[in-house]
């Protein structure tokens, strides 16, 4: 078992994924997953607590059910982030994190900082957005 020191963040000057660069980025993941999951738990015992379709005035009403509606869409998104994270713990434990799945070079730790479930290097990211771009503008 690999212990990440608490002062520690993974640098371009080490080994790159190496095994505590891995748990680093493991426990990131697994928290950020935590977090997520208190957050929907508690939009959940709200939405459930308000009641605000019991609200007597149309416009109230009108008002809570828009809210609500926002706060469901958000909760979707978070549920499709929490498979992402799945999926990125799924590449820690295959040996395959860190590693663009499209051209297998390394996607860089500031990248995985700035977005521990990222599974392309920055130019093939950018790549797949002009050729969406491009697929869009063609269907107009």
């Known amino acids: 078992m690999v212990t990440v020191p608490d002062s520690y963040k993974p640098t371009e000057k080490e080994a790159y994924m190496n095994p505590t660069m891995l748990e680093y980025f493991r426990l990131k993941l697994v928290s950020w997953k935590a977090e997520i999951i208190r957050d929907a738990d508690g939009t959940l015992q709200d939405l459930q607590s308000e009641g605000g379709m019991r609200e007597p005035d149309i416009t109230d009403r009108a008002s809570v059910e828009t809210e609500v509606a926002l706060e469901l869409r958000a909760r979707d998104r978070q549920r499709k982030l929490i498979s992402k994270i799945d999926e990125a713990l799924d590449r820690i434990r295959h040996g395959e994190y860190g590693y663009c799945e499209e051209s297998g070079d390394p996607i ?26 491009t697929r869009r503008d063609d269907r107009e």
């Open 108 to 133: 860089g730790v500031k990248r995985l900082e700035a977005r521990p479930v990222a599974t392309l290097t920055i130019e093939a990211q950018e790549r797949h957005e002009r050729i969406e771009r």
